[in-house]
Every structure is written in structure tokens, then in C-alpha cells.
């Protein structure tokens, strides 16, 4: 079992910069390093979005192509984080963002798909507005 919790999120304006946090929580049965993750992100009125993955192992990262660029996503597996650094932030990156982690055995993958995650936290929001 993994819980997940998030941080990070809040108000910001266009051009400006957020740093999301994703950790393994009290209870949480196996640390990170198990899992590959993902940050996934739903704007109101659309259709969940996969928006930046990592491997297992954090050599391996992909974004989707609206945010190449700007984001940025690191695995810390010794301290069970996962962060996604936001730049350069548009009013289209809105949305609730959640962190994801899905059990792997291949350390060097990249899972894409929110069917390959089998943990998701509960959320937070980022808003860029003037």
C-alpha cells in the first residue's frame, strides 16, 4: 500500500514559477524507489491529462508536449519525493494536479498511460492568473 500526499500548489501569474511535491506518507508499505510516477493534471471541464513521468529509477523522464520547457520532473527515491518543477507557467496550465505512482519491476521505463499507476494523491491546485 502507498499513500500519497502532495503539496505545493496555489495562486501564480503568467510567467511565473511553482515547485509541486509528491511524497510516500506514514503507513505507506514499500518507499518510491518501487515505483515509477507521473503527475497528471485536470482542468475543469476537460479530460485528465498525463503531464510529466518519471522511471523507477529517475533516469528517465517525459513530458507531454504543451509543457516541454517549462516543467521538470525529478525522483528522489532516497528521501521518497517526487517534485515537479513548474516555469514559465500559462493560464492552460489550471488544473488540479495529482501525483502517481504505479508498481514496477522495470526500473527504466516510462509509463505514460494513467492505467499504469495504481496510486494517486489527492490533489492540488494550480491556478495562474493575473
Known amino acids: 500500500q502507498l499513500y500519497l500526499v502532495e503539496s505545493g500548489g496555489g495562486l501564480v501569474q503568467p510567467g511565473g514559477s511553482l515547485r509541486l511535491s509528491c511524497g510516500a506518507a506514514?503507513?505507506?508499505?514499500?518507499?518510491?524507489?518501487?515505483?515509477?510516477v507521473g503527475w497528471f493534471r485536470r482542468a475543469p471541464g476537460k479530460e485528465r491529462e498525463g503531464v510529466s513521468f518519471?522511471?523507477?529509477?529517475?533516469?528517465?523522464?517525459d513530458y507531454v508536449d504543451s509543457v516541454k520547457g517549462r516543467f521538470t520532473i525529478s525522483k528522489d527515491n532516497a528521501n521518497n519525493m517526487v517534485h515537479l518543477q513548474m516555469d514559465n507557467l500559462e493560464p492552460e496550465d489550471s488544473a488540479v494536479y495529482y501525483c502517481?505512482?504505479?508498481?514496477?519491476?522495470?526500473?527504466?521505463?516510462?509509463?505514460?498511460?494513467?492505467?499504469?499507476?495504481?496510486?494517486w494523491g489527492q490533489g492540488t491546485q494550480v491556478t495562474v492568473s493575473v
Open positions: 502517481a505512482a504505479g508498481y514496477k519491476s522495470d526500473h527504466w521505463t516510462v509509463y505514460t498511460k494513467s492505467s499504469d499507476y495504481d496510486y
Open positions: 506514514y503507513g505507506s508499505t514499500l518507499g518510491l524507489d518501487y515505483y515509477a
Open positions: 518519471s522511471s523507477r529509477n529517475g533516469d528517465r523522464t
